[in-house]
């Protein structure tokens, strides 16, 4: 009666068979199926991105995609819209169960196409949708509150099989469970994913008796990771159910808060190459000293409580005995749903070419809150095959997302999408290299691909790990205690960044005529830092440091046999006189309404 079943009802085949066998209410089945079907229908024009489909979908529109499977295209414009109002009358049907079974595949096919068509548009839930959606074309939603109810007499109210909620309840179980594993990882634990959501209004209640730092350990981390690893199994039971829905109620309310998922179209609508101009420390890596573009610019771009069970018939001579059918019945589709939803999530090989800092594709990692990510700088540069001209393009031009930084397969993709696009620029046989600078989990800058490796040509395979991608820099994580200490011991006009680059790679900075106070300390290893102007060079090693030149390139050479790390200290000169006349012209305002 806890659990919702007898524990003999496990020990033997046929017992475990009739257990799932058992007639249930289908009302709670019925609910959910209506408050699935209202989501994705207003899923559809948001998320999905039916309320944009002409700035993504454009006839003509000059723009990389990043498919699953490359052979994946979408349709014409008109086509595009077809499929979004077959998929949302889908939507439509199963919420109001009408030709249900047609209406969950019309559903289907349009969602399962469209995530195939777009990697960056990947969520974990994104995932869990199609799921959800291919479940419930296996079961008897379409019996309570429904318009096939209303046709079909014998389907009204009629009782559907326990398999369909405990299918349900497993698909939910599951979905927190890894999300729990996932959150197991040593920097979730540390409290260094999220450290900065302790700070939030939401989490004020706690700050009343634990610090901020305590409160992002404890409070969001310690509490994300318990509340994820028992979910599942408190959803799972008849008994817990009730106190399990009341604190998953409240953490997706506060989700909802703390997070903005799906979010909106962020389309490049600027010059494929970069012009020059102003900007702050590591801001101009990215400006091309090269030429003009020509004047073509490309477009712009659940698990629901069941209601309390009727009496199953007794088995006796005068009633009907319930099916008891074979294995392979039980376990094959609604088993092979629930083998899809765990396997991808816990992939690491194979398929190594997806693998990152990261395992996984990124929807399927369910990585997204443990490891988050701040990127300094992103540069790309040009080469053209035959004159040998060396230009800059502007990070993100011809796309409609940011993901692509990130991920080796999409890079591969947006290089060789680049390669068939420059050349109507004038660009022949081009050579792209990319100089993806990133942050992860508080730790240092770092580059994530090799900028000496044309990306063009580079070798990639889903099968075989990726050999341009550069390690992340474990053995420094350590450091992060140390970079939050010196951090903490700055002004508030000082900003830092943590830098940390492989033997015989260097860094080209150029610092902005603000940042008058910019200088370079080396924390570990030894670098050799050139000014470009001057033509000087100077020698630093751990400990030592120098002030660098506004209005100047410089280039940061490692030259130790191990990775060097070393800091930018930098004061925006501009901003802070800025605020010191604004101070003094305050001041002065009312010395004179005081008539002194």
């Known amino acids: 009666r806890l659990l919702g079943f007898e524990l003999r009802d496990l020990t033997r085949w046929n017992r475990f068979v009739r257990l799932l066998h058992r007639p249930e209410d289908p009302a709670a089945l019925g609910a959910f199926r209506g408050a699935f079907g209202l989501l994705m229908a207003l899923d559809v024009p948001q998320e999905r991105g039916l309320g944009h489909l ?13 498919p699953l499977l490359p052979f994946l295209e979408p349709l014409p414009l008109d086509w ?78 009629a009782h559907v099989p326990l398999w369909n909620y405990t299918l349900l309840r497993a698909q939910i179980f599951i979905v927190y469970f890894i999300a729990g594993l996932k959150k197991l990882d040593a920097d979730w634990v540390g409290g260094y994913s999220m450290g900065s959501l302790g700070r939030h209004w939401l989490f004020a209640p706690f700050r009343l008796v634990l610090s901020e730092e305590m409160t992002s350990l404890l409070v969001v981390h310690g509490g994300g990771l318990l509340l994820d690893l028992s979910a599942g199994f408190l959803l799972f039971f008849d008994a817990t159910r009730p106190l399990a829905l009341l604190f998953v109620t409240y953490f997706h309310c506060m989700n909802s808060q703390l997070f903005s998922i799906g979010g909106t ?25 090269g030429t003009q573009a020509p004047p073509r610019t490309p477009p712009a771009r659940v698990g629901a409580p069941r209601c309390p069970p009727p009496q199953a018939p007794p088995i006796g001579a005068g009633a009907p005995r319930p099916p008891s059918p074979a294995p392979g019945v039980l376990l094959g589709a609604p088993g092979r749903v629930l083998n899809s939803d765990v396997t991808p999530p816990m992939l690491t090989p194979p398929p190594q070419g997806y693998n990152n800092w990261t395992n996984g594709l990124y929807g399927y990692s369910w990585d997204m809150m443990v490891h988050s990510r701040f990127h300094q700088h992103v540069k ?81 395979s889903p099968w075989r790990p990726t050999p341009w991608l550069l390690p992340l820099l474990l053995e420094l994580s350590p450091w992060r205690e140390r970079l939050r200490d010196l951090e903490s011991r700055l002004d508030g006009h000082t900003d830092v960044v943590f830098i940390a680059d492989f033997p ?48 100047q390139y410089h280039k940061v050479h490692t030259v130790s046999p191990h990775p060097s790390c070393y800091m930018y200290l930098y004061v925006n000169t501009t901003a802070l006189a800025l605020e010191r006349n604004l101070s003094r012209l305050q001041e002065l305002h009312e010395r004179l309404q005081n008539g002194t």
Request: hydrophobic share 40%.
């Open 265 to 289: 179209l962020r389309g490049d609508t600027g010059p494929p190459r970069s012009n020059g101009g102003g900007g702050t420390l590591w801001s101009t890596l990215s400006l091309s000293r």
């Open 54 to 66: 002409d700035q993504r979908f454009l006839d003509g529109l000059e723009v990389c995609r990043f």
């Open 80 to 157: 595009m819209y077809l499929l979004y109002t077959v998929m949302f009358l889908g939507a439509l049907g199963i919420m109001a169960g009408c030709c249900y079974r047609l209406s969950c595949f019309a559903f289907l096919g349009p969602y399962w196409y469209l995530l195939l068509l777009d990697k960056t548009s990947w969520n974990n839930h994104s995932y869990l949708y199609g799921l959800l959606a291919f479940q419930l074309a296996l079961l008897g939603a379409d019996r309570y509150w429904s318009v096939d109810g209303l046709l079909r007499p014998h389907k009204r109210n």
């Open 504 to 551: 015989g790679l260097h860094l080209e900075n150029f610092v902005s005529e603000d940042l008058g106070n910019t200088s370079l300390r080396v924390l570990r290893g030894e670098v050799l830092v050139e000014l470009v102007e001057q033509r000087l060079n100077r020698s630093l090693q751990e400990g030592e440091g120098m002030q660098l030149p506004p209005g």
């Open 380 to 460: 790309i540069t040009y080469q053209d095959g035959l004159t040998g001209e060396v230009g800059y393009l502007k990070p993100g031009v011809f796309t409609q997302s940011r993901r692509w930084q990130d991920h080796a397969d999409m890079l591969k993709q947006y290089s060789s999408c680049l390669s068939r696009l420059l050349p109507r620029y004038n660009v022949s046989e081009p050579r792209l290299y990319f100089d993806v600078w990133v942050s992860i989990n508080d730790r240092f800058q770092q580059r994530l691909v090799d900028p000496r490796v044309d990306l063009v040509r580079a070798p990639w």
